[in-house]
């Protein structure tokens, strides 16, 4: 670091005597982590009160959001006695809501969970505390169930087969990928421009550490069943085939070469298929005897080279893509270095800003100099 001398510039002795008391404490005082825990919800009343009350024990100095998506129970009231920050989101799925709770919190770690109290609040201090030892930027609580009804068979197949997927598309190394349970480091959260709208929220986060190549890890977390009272808003079948769509259409924007030249081969093995008999006719008889045929098989054929052409520039668009997102991801500093910073060296920064802001024309000799 440059050490600039106290003559050279105006206000600087003046400086230098308002901060000489931090001197000793340079590298010593730090500011501690702000730690947000988002808890996204729609009508848990009977859930809400005790997964509020169980953060506040386990992160004592973080803040609770509850973001309510369109209640119409007394969400809103039991998070509010409990002593949580309750916003809201009118755009229904949880997709909007993590998305707008990215948008609005202002946080150095962020910990999401789900509202239901099937998560064990306890492992919260363990994840973070991995995230910050090992500078992840995503930490996933992967299900370890303690009760038997805890996890329906169907959500269970559709998380190994949809997990298994990602795993074989996007080289993901999860194997709870639609885990509600997640840490995250300030700079995942500020480089996700998240678009999905409801439960496929989870593969879009997990697909996004995979592009960017971020440091993650998985740890296992208790999973228990709801309280009584709570009901589920997952669908089996509906929600898995959305999120299977997502899936494909995660692929096609962050992989569009695989993608399209998967497409383009399929199209131009159908054109030799529906092709081949009337080349075998032709080779005979020197004759064309289907030409409708023969022009649908160019037809196709021609699409699937266009389909090789298409991937190829969307890979470059894909590239610049990923490349702006890198951008935006190191602004911020790494979890451990930004939890780390020295406080006294952050206070001698902020006074020097303000004193070269007051500093008065005159010369640096004057007498008439005001820091």
């Known amino acids: 670091m440059t050490s600039v001398a106290t003559s050279e510039w105006p206000g600087a002795e003046d400086l230098d005597a308002r901060c000489r008391v931090l001197h000793p404490l340079r590298g010593r005082m730090t500011t501690s982590p702000r730690i ?9 009343e009977a859930a809400i009160g005790k997964v509020v009350s169980d953060f506040r024990t386990s992160l004592p100095g973080a803040t ?29 799925g949880k997709g909007s809501v993590v998305r707008r709770m990215f948008q609005d919190i202002e946080a150095d770690v962020y910990v999401m969970v789900d509202g239901d109290d099937t998560y064990d609040a306890s492992a919260a201090p363990r994840l973070v505390a991995a995230m910050m030892r090992d ?6 609580g992967k299900r370890v169930e303690t009760h038997q009804d805890a996890y329906r068979p169907g959500h269970r197949l559709g998380n190994m087969v949809l997990t298994g997927l990602v795993r074989k598309l996007f080289g993901s190394q999860i194997d709870d990928m639609l885990s509600g349970y997640r840490v995250f480091s300030r700079r995942f959260v500020k480089s996700f421009p998240s678009s999905s709208r409801e439960f496929e929220i989870e593969t879009e986060l997990t697909v996004h550490a995979m592009q960017m190549r971020m440091a993650i890890a998985e740890l296992d977390t208790p999973y228990k069943e709801r309280p009584p009272g709570s009901v589920s808003k997952l669908r089996t079948f509906r929600d898995g085939w959305r ?40 080779a005979r008889s020197g004759q064309v005897p289907r030409f409708p045929t023969a022009i649908l098989c160019s037809g196709v054929a021609t699409a699937g080279v266009v ?13 610049v893509r990923r490349e702006m997102k890198r951008l935006a991801y190191l602004q911020h500093a790494a979890p451990a270095e930004q939890a780390n910073r020295p406080f ?18 005159v010369a640096v000799g004057s007498a008439d100099v005001h820091a």
């Open 36 to 44: 947000a825990v988002l808890v996204p919800c729609l009508n848990e």
């Open 64 to 92: 609770i959001y509850v973001y309510d998506n369109n209640s119409t129970d007394r969400t809103v009231a039991v998070a509010q006695q409990a002593g949580a920050v309750v916003r809201r989101e009118r755009r229904p």
């Open 135 to 140: 500078n992840l930027d995503m930490v996933v």
């Open 243 to 282: 999120i299977l769509v997502t899936i494909l259409n995660l692929m096609r924007n962050e992989r569009p070469l695989m993608f399209f030249w998967l497409l383009g081969s399929l199209l131009i093995f159908g054109a030799l298929g529906g092709a081949t008999p009337l080349l075998f006719e032709y």
């Open 307 to 319: 389909s090789f052409a298409t991937g190829l520039i969307l890979d470059l668009v894909s590239h």
């Open 344 to 361: 006294a060296v952050s206070a001698i920064e902020a006074a020097q800003s303000a004193t070269v802001q007051d500093r008065s024309p």
